[in-house]
Structure formats: C-alpha cells, structure tokens
C-alpha cells in the first residue's frame, strides 16, 4: 500500500478522500492556493503545502507544482479527485514518469474518453450507442452555425474536455449559437485549459443516467448500477438519486453491459461512469465516460455498501476486485442534492462570502453530509461554487424523499445565498415524488424562474402558527417564564393572507383558536434557536425561524416569507400607515456579483434593446451573461474587460 498520498483537489471532494486515507492509515499531503490557507481539507490533511496564487490555472491546473509537491513531501501516489486535472492524461503520464502513482486510470484510457469527441468515435466502433452529431472540433462561430443547422436544432454545443456542466450551452435557434460557442470556449479554456468545442443533437425530455464502474489492472470489470442525475441547472446536477426511478432490471441490464463492454475495450482501470441519454422510449444513448470519481459517488455508496475511494486506492496500488457482477446487490434508496453557494431566485446567480452561520442537521440516522466548508470560512469567487452534498437512505424512495425534505428544512446557513429553498421545493413537488423527471425539470417546473413566496393560504397559516408560537415563547421568556399569558387577541399576516388568533395558552402546549377551529401547538424551542421542530396538532415539521425589526422570517419547504404578528389594535391601526414604495433605477447596472469582467459588448452612444446582451461576468468557473432589462442609450460604462468587480458596482449607465 502506498505510503503518503497528496490530493490534487480542495474543498469537499478532498476531505472525502482524506476521510478514507484516514481508515487506511494512509498520510496525506494537501495542496491549497493562496485562498485556501484557511479551507477545511488543509486543517484535515497530515501535510500541506502551498501551491501558489488563488486562479485555478496558477495553482490546482499547475502540473508542475503538483509534481513539485509530491517531491518536497516524498508523496508516492497522487488521488486527483474530480474536476481541475482528474482526467488529464498529461498530468498522469508526468507522474508515470516521476515514479509516482496516479490514483485513476492509466493514461490511454484518460486520453480517449477524456476527449468527447474521440470518445464517441471510439464508443460507435465499440458498438455502444451514440448520440447523433458532428464528430469533429468546431472552430469558428460560422462553422457553428452551418454545423446546428446540419445536425437540426435544438444542438447541444459542448467542449471536448467538459464535465461539470462548464462548457456547455443549448442552442435552440441561430439566434443563441453564437453566445453559445463563445461563452462554451471560455468556460472550457478557463476550467480545463482546453477550448475545443463539438455539437450534437439535444435530446428533448432525456433522463441523464450514469452507469458506475469499478475496473481492476487484471481484466476483471463490474458495474454498480445506476444513477438518476436528471435534475439539472445549467446542464448541472443538483438532484441525483440511485437507482432511478425509471430503469428497470432490463434497462439496467442492457446499460450495465454497454459501460462494462466500452470499459474492456480501452483497458479501463479504477473507478469511473458511463454517462447515458435516456429517451421517454428507454431508447439510450452513449454521452460520455468520465475517468474519474463522480460529485455523486456517495448514492451509489450507500446502496451498494462499497468506498469508491478506498476501492480506487486498492486498484491502483495491483490488488484486485475481490466482488464478481453476481456478488453485487442492491439494497435501498439514496438521494443527494448539491447545496450551492447560489441564488435560485435571481437565475442561479452565484454568491460568495462568509458563511455566518453553517449547521448541518445532526442527530438525523441515514442522513450524510459531505462538506469542504466550515462555519466562519469563505466562499470564493476563484472556485465551484459548492456548499456541500447532503444525501438521505432509506428502504424506499418516498421515504428517502421525506427524510431529505426533513433534512433540508434542518439546514442551518446564513451570510450567503443557498439553494436550500429550491433543494425543499423539488423534492416535494409531485413530479419529483412521482418521478416524472428529466432534464429539463426545472423549466418546466419553474417558467417565470424559482420563487420562495409563500402563496397559499395553507401553507401561510401553518407559517403563522409556527410565528405565533415563537412570539409567545419570547414573551414568557421576557417575563421570566414564570408567567402564564392570559388570554388574547392576536394578529398573523404573510402577504396578503390574514389570520386572526385567539391565544388561550402560553407555556408549552399553547392552544390557539382560529375560524372556530382549535390548534394545538407543542414545541420544546427557545428563543434564539433557528430550527424548529413544532407539532401542530398531530403533524410534526421543521422550520428555520429568526425574529427581527419586521417580524419573523420563516422557512422550509421550499418556501420563505416574512410573519408579522400584531394584536387587534395595531392590525386596524396598519391599515393607515404610508407603505414605502421602492422604485428600481433603471439608469444604472450594477454588478450582480463579485466577479471578472470577460466582455463588454455595447459601446458609448449605442442603442440598446430590452433583452440585449450587455457584458459577460466570470464567477465561480462560469460565464454570466447580463442583459438589459430596458430599452435605452448608453450613456456610459465604468468598467473594462479584465477587470474584477464587486457586488453592486456600477457597470453601465443609460442616458
């Protein structure tokens, strides 16, 4: 076994690996940039050595100074995780030639199928199914077009060395080719240091369904079943889920045969995923093979009882399977969600910053987490923008399903936006439940975009219920708790929806009287306490709860909103009072978020379109196009490309 291995990554994936080094009694070495002195998978690693400055292609995409590492710290094998130089057959073939192990695939195999359009060239002469495309580098914008064209709209535009959703871009016309190819190519030479870029067709409503495989060095290969990876944003996971709801014993089957046959034929070692387009017929199609760990390798974990990680350490070092594909079983449901650094209410857009607050749900059986972060650290604007990846098991789906929609709502974060909201709001929505999913799911869920207000009166009432609970609570608090609030009259509004309470109890079982119904509410929470964990009449839930100057912010299942509560006299009282109007300055554009200026794409005196294209904004490893929101005249802009700007500096401003 080896002696010392450095991990050639940061953040989740690398305590990951660090957690199994650590049951193996395996040393290991971290590799941090300039931004990540603090990060938790430096504090975690036996050793760690710096790797130079905060940008990607400085630091983690630097093969020299990964190389230079191993050598300062006598590293004899190098786990490179997924993304940055996973499934860089040059990297693998520097280390090959230094004597160092490289914890993955041998470098023909990377070579191959780490290059997508070689990979389908390679997967049709294996006779695996393909998608129909162009096989070959794109080159320019015009070859784009005439290409879509041939190939028939809607083209997926992607780049050859992709994965992760970065250098990818749907077309459904002309019109969005050329946003699509440019901003493809940046993405692509910004996150793999490779800019080639190819064209398939799109598959309308497909299943993205991935098949994981384990390979040893003397031809024994196996696959693991399935993985359900069709919720998406921005061609993205952020639900993904084994088995899939869809696949049956035959699919699986069939699909299972596919990943092994193309896996034998390239002489695949370690772990790695065959990645399928699965059509509403069950008619599937190869996409591409990722040589590496999966983001969503913990699902598979948990169903089948194997550490991915561990297996591909004991791979690389000779040893061989000890499971044939009969001895692998499947036992129960295990669904994760990519909790980001991101704001689903304003298209994704990523937020970085100080995580003020940063609490996992605990005491939760059949609940993990698995993290890179730490309460009090940063999110930078240099990397992915991922949170963690919490997933839930259980004997069945729906069971699963409710344990994660517990889990969430116990998800304590604050100082930057998350996508908890949306996280809660999928997986209890019917088609999520029912399993009518693909790709396009969020669309189709959300066409006007995700919105966390609270709507319907039901939902309002039991958020109100819980505010009033909580106002009672800090009264007896203020009063000492040693008095009983005698009965009253009190007032709860979200939004428009009104609710008039009479309050007949006030310690820990309260009594709330509401349109000739009585409530009972039991909780043992205390002010000053986020979660929540209320039983409103016979039903149990769990909400987020902070008090300030204009009520209680509530949340959980995908909803948030703020309660007001009021007695009697002061809900008529309200009816008076000069509500504020907030008119937005449409003269000026601000930046959304931190971020690296790629393009400015107006000029001074130009007119202006609702809806043109104004400038294109890097964050987080993807491109952020900003459009006009108004028709107008540049007046002028305050920015230039390359240049890095902060959250809400002035970029643009109108006549």
Same mark, same amino acid.
């Given at each position: 076994?080896?002696?010392?291995?450095l991990?050639?990554?940061?953040?989740?994936?690398a305590?990951?690996?660090?957690?199994?080094?650590?049951?193996?009694? #395996?040393?290991?070495?971290?590799?941090?940039?300039?931004?990540?002195?603090?990060?938790?998978?430096?504090?975690?690693?036996?050793?760690?050595v710096?790797?130079? !400055?905060?940008?990607?292609?400085?630091?983690?995409?630097?093969?020299d100074?990964?190389?230079?590492?191993?050598?300062?710290?006598?590293?004899?094998?190098?786990?490179?995780?997924?993304?940055?130089?996973?499934?860089?057959?040059? /990297?693998?073939?520097?280390?090959?030639?230094?004597d160092?192990? +490289?914890?993955? !695939?041998?470098?023909?195999?990377?070579?191959?199928?780490?290059?997508?359009?070689?990979?389908? #060239?390679?997967?049709?002469?294996?006779?695996?199914?393909?998608?129909?495309?162009h096989?070959?580098?794109?080159?320019?914008?015009?070859?784009?077009?005439?290409?879509?064209?041939?190939v028939?709209?809607?083209?997926?535009?992607?780049?050859?060395?992709?994965?992760?959703?970065?250098? %990818?871009?749907?077309?459904?016309?002309?019109?969005?080719?050329?946003?699509?190819?440019?901003?493809?190519?940046?993405?692509?030479?910004?996150?793999?240091?490779?800019?080639?870029?190819?064209?398939?067709? +799109?598959?309308?409503?497909?299943r993205?369904?991935?098949?994981?495989?384990?390979?040893?060095?003397?031809?024994?290969?196996?696959?693991?079943?399935?993985?359900?990876?069709?919720?998406q944003?921005?061609?993205? *996971?952020?639900?993904?889920?084994?088995?899939?709801?869809?696949?049956?014993?035959?699919?699986?089957?069939?699909?299972?045969?596919q990943?092994?046959?193309?896996?034998?034929?390239?002489?695949?070692?370690?772990?790695?995923?065959?990645?399928f387009?699965?059509?509403?017929?069950?008619?599937?199609?190869?996409?591409?093979?990722?040589?590496?760990?999966?983001?969503?390798?913990?699902?598979?974990?948990?169903?089948?009882? /194997? &550490?991915?990680?561990?297996? %591909?350490?004991?791979?690389?070092?000779?040893?061989?399977?000890?499971?044939?594909?009969?001895?692998?079983?499947?036992?129960?449901?295990?669904?994760?969600?990519?909790?980001?650094?991101?704001? !689903?209410?304003?298209?994704?857009?990523?937020?970085?910053?100080?995580?003020?607050?940063?609490?996992?749900p605990?005491?939760?059986?059949?609940?993990?987490?698995?993290?890179?972060?730490?309460?009090?650290?940063?999110?930078?604007?240099?990397?992915?923008?991922?949170?963690?990846?919490?997933?839930?098991y259980? &004997?069945?789906?729906?069971?699963?399903?409710?344990?994660?929609?517990?889990?969430?709502?116990?998800?304590?974060?604050?100082?930057?936006?998350?996508?908890?909201?949306?996280l809660?709001?999928?997986? *209890?929505?019917?088609?999520?439940?029912?399993?009518?999913?693909?790709?396009? +799911?969020?669309?189709?869920?959300?066409?006007?975009?995700?919105?966390?207000?609270?709507?319907?009166?039901?939902?309002?009432?039991?958020?109100?219920?819980?505010?009033? +609970?909580?106002?009672?609570?800090?009264?007896?608090?203020?009063?000492?708790?040693?008095?009983?609030?005698?009965?009253?009259s009190?007032?709860a509004?979200?939004?428009?929806?009104?609710?008039?309470?009479?309050?007949?109890?006030?310690?820990?079982?309260?009594?709330?009287?509401?349109?000739?119904?009585?409530?009972?509410?039991?909780?043992?929470?205390n002010?000053?306490?986020?979660?929540?964990?209320?039983?409103?009449?016979?039903?149990?839930?769990?909400?987020?709860?902070?008090?300030?100057?204009?009520?209680?912010k509530?949340?959980?299942?995908g909803?948030?909103?703020?309660?007001?509560?009021?007695?009697?006299?002061?809900?008529?009282?309200?009816?008076?009072?000069?509500?504020?109007?907030?008119?937005?300055?449409?003269? #000026?554009?601000?930046?959304?978020?931190?971020?690296?200026?790629?393009?400015?794409?107006?000029?001074?005196?130009?007119?202006?379109? &609702?809806?043109?294209?104004?400038?294109?904004?890097?964050?987080?490893?993807?491109?952020?196009?900003?459009?006009?929101?108004?028709?107008?005249?540049?007046?002028?802009?305050?920015?230039?490309?390359?240049?890095?700007?902060?959250?809400?500096?002035?970029?643009?401003?109108?006549?």
């Amino acid at each position: 076994m080896f002696k010392k291995i450095l991990i050639a990554n940061r953040g989740e994936i690398a305590c990951r690996i660090i957690s199994t080094c650590k049951k193996l009694s #395996i040393p290991t070495v971290a590799v941090y940039s300039d931004a990540d002195k603090r990060s938790l998978h430096v504090s975690l690693a036996d050793e760690s050595v710096n790797i130079g !400055p905060a940008p990607s292609i400085d630091s983690y995409l630097s093969i020299d100074k990964i190389i230079d590492a191993c050598k300062q710290v006598g590293a004899d094998a190098v786990h490179p995780g997924y993304g940055f130089l996973s499934e860089n057959h040059i /990297f693998m073939n520097r280390l090959e030639k230094e004597d160092i192990t +490289f914890i993955g !695939p041998s470098e023909e195999p990377i070579r191959v199928m780490g290059d997508k359009i070689e990979s389908k #060239i390679f997967a049709i002469d294996a006779g695996v199914n393909t998608v129909p495309g162009h096989q070959g580098v794109v080159k320019s914008v015009e070859d784009a077009l005439l290409i879509a064209k041939k190939v028939g709209f809607p083209v997926m535009i992607k780049a050859s060395a992709g994965g992760g959703g970065k250098g %990818m871009r749907i077309a459904n016309d002309e019109n969005d080719v050329p946003d699509a190819f440019t901003s493809s190519i940046n993405e692509a030479k910004s996150s793999f240091g490779d800019d080639r870029i190819f064209i398939e067709k +799109f598959i309308t409503k497909p299943r993205h369904i991935e098949i994981q495989i384990l390979a040893d060095s003397h031809g024994n290969v196996v696959h693991l079943g399935e993985r359900e990876c069709s919720i998406q944003r921005r061609n993205q *996971k952020i639900i993904e889920e084994s088995p899939s709801p869809f696949v049956d014993d035959r699919l699986r089957g069939k699909m299972g045969e596919q990943a092994v046959l193309l896996a034998k034929k390239v002489g695949y070692t370690s772990a790695g995923t065959v990645e399928f387009i699965v059509d509403e017929k069950r008619n599937f199609y190869f996409l591409e093979m990722n040589t590496r760990l999966q983001v969503e390798h913990p699902v598979t974990e948990l169903v089948t009882g /194997f &550490d991915l990680v561990e297996e %591909m350490i004991k791979i690389a070092a000779g040893e061989k399977l000890n499971v044939t594909q009969d001895d692998i079983k499947f036992k129960g449901w295990a669904i994760e969600s990519r909790i980001y650094a991101e704001d !689903p209410e304003r298209n994704f857009m990523p937020s970085t910053g100080r995580l003020i607050r940063y609490k996992p749900p605990k005491g939760m059986s059949n609940i993990r987490n698995d993290t890179g972060v730490y309460e009090g650290g940063e999110i930078s604007m240099f990397y992915d923008p991922m949170i963690s990846k919490l997933c839930s098991y259980a &004997d069945t789906r729906l069971e699963a399903c409710r344990l994660m929609q517990n889990a969430l709502n116990n998800f304590e974060i604050s100082g930057i936006k998350n996508n908890l909201n949306l996280l809660a709001s999928i997986v *209890k929505s019917k088609k999520f439940l029912d399993g009518d999913i693909n790709t396009g +799911f969020i669309a189709e869920e959300y066409p006007n975009g995700f919105s966390s207000e609270i709507k319907s009166r039901e939902d309002s009432l039991m958020f109100s219920l819980v505010a009033i +609970f909580a106002d009672i609570k800090n009264n007896n608090s203020n009063n000492n708790n040693n008095l009983k609030l005698n009965e009253r009259s009190l007032v709860a509004s979200v939004g428009n929806n009104i609710f008039e309470f009479k309050v007949y109890n006030a310690i820990k079982n309260t009594i709330i009287e509401h349109d000739g119904r009585v409530i009972s509410l039991e909780s043992d929470w205390n002010p000053g306490d986020r979660s929540i964990k209320i039983k409103i009449d016979e039903d149990i839930v769990t909400l987020q709860i902070q008090s300030g100057v204009k009520g209680y912010k509530v949340s959980g299942f995908g909803l948030s909103g703020t309660v007001k509560i009021r007695s009697e006299i002061a809900q008529e009282l309200s009816a008076y009072m000069i509500k504020k109007v907030v008119t937005k300055n449409t003269k #000026i554009i601000k930046c959304p978020m931190p971020g690296l200026v790629i393009s400015i794409d107006i000029e001074q005196g130009q007119i202006i379109e &609702d809806g043109d294209k104004l400038c294109t904004i890097e964050a987080m490893k993807m491109e952020n196009i900003i459009r006009s929101e108004v028709a107008g005249v540049i007046k002028k802009i305050h920015c230039k490309e390359g240049e890095s700007l902060s959250t809400d500096q002035i970029m643009i401003e109108f006549e």
